[in-house]
């Protein structure tokens, strides 16, 4: 992410893993202590409600804190298990709180998932492991408040079903985009490698709140709905 005249900060608290920016320093903090609030706040949910953690199918939530309840509606968007809206639902708070402290340029990637609003145009990489076009390409974000989600089958940590090199989802939230990458990722696989794009670009725009997509897969690339202009990242 270019980051000219604008305040940056790595933080880490256990698996969560962010860059946060912003145009105004105590925007930072607000960010930090968002994140670390609300994670507090699943964990302690999580050791009572122990299927919200390992399911992989959407998980009716009646009470709870704020967190667990986007969790569960992203996750119901796109048919997945809510573990899998994590890192953008907290991206998503830590921004919300970040506006609330006076910050126009406010961004938070946690690992690969970017919430932002902002007041000018933000340029973000594709990160797509070995892929020839990663970190080469990649998005410049013009229209806010929006959220950026990418799976991949091949290079992430995170659970996936699929093989894509890189599912890329833009939604109105990253908690959304979080969930419908997982949920698209999941589909990318096998031989017919146009028909499984065709598959994933169908499946990603029937999800409630999604903007577009962008996918890569064994040198196919797919694109449909409001997908940022494509740039070439200098490096």
Do not use: W
């Not at 670009?201 to 797919?222: D, P, Q, S, T």
Request: aromatic share 6%; glycine share 10%.
């Amino acid at each position: 992410m270019k980051t000219k005249n604008l305040f940056k900060q790595v933080f880490q608290l256990k698996e969560t893993n962010c860059t946060i920016i912003a145009d105004d320093e105590s925007a930072i903090n607000a960010a930090v202590s968002s994140i670390r609030h609300h994670r507090k706040q699943l964990e302690k949910y999580i050791q009572t409600h122990q299927k919200f953690l390992y399911s992989l199918q959407p998980v009716p939530v009646d009470k709870g804190p704020r967190i667990v309840g986007l969790m569960a509606e992203a996750s119901e968007k796109a048919n997945v298990g809510p573990m899998a809206a994590v890192a953008g639902v907290l991206a998503d708070l830590a921004v919300e709180d970040m506006a609330l402290a006076g910050s126009e340029v406010a961004v938070v990637e946690n690992g690969g998932e970017v919430s932002a609003i902002s007041n000018q145009p933000i340029d973000i990489a594709l990160s797509a492991g070995d892929s020839p076009l990663s970190r080469q390409i990649g998005f410049r974000l013009e229209k806010f408040p929006i959220g950026v989600a990418t799976s991949s089958g091949l290079f992430s940590h995170a659970l996936s079903f699929g093989e894509a090199e890189a599912v890329t989802v833009f939604a109105v939230n990253a908690g959304v985009a979080d969930a419908a990458a997982t949920a698209v990722g999941n589909l990318i696989k096998g031989d017919d490698c146009r028909g499984a794009v065709e598959r994933g670009i169908r499946e990603a725009l029937g999800i409630e709140g999604v903007r577009g997509v962008f996918i890569l897969y064994r040198g196919i690339v797919g694109r449909a709905g409001q997908v940022p202009q494509l740039i070439k990242v200098s490096t």
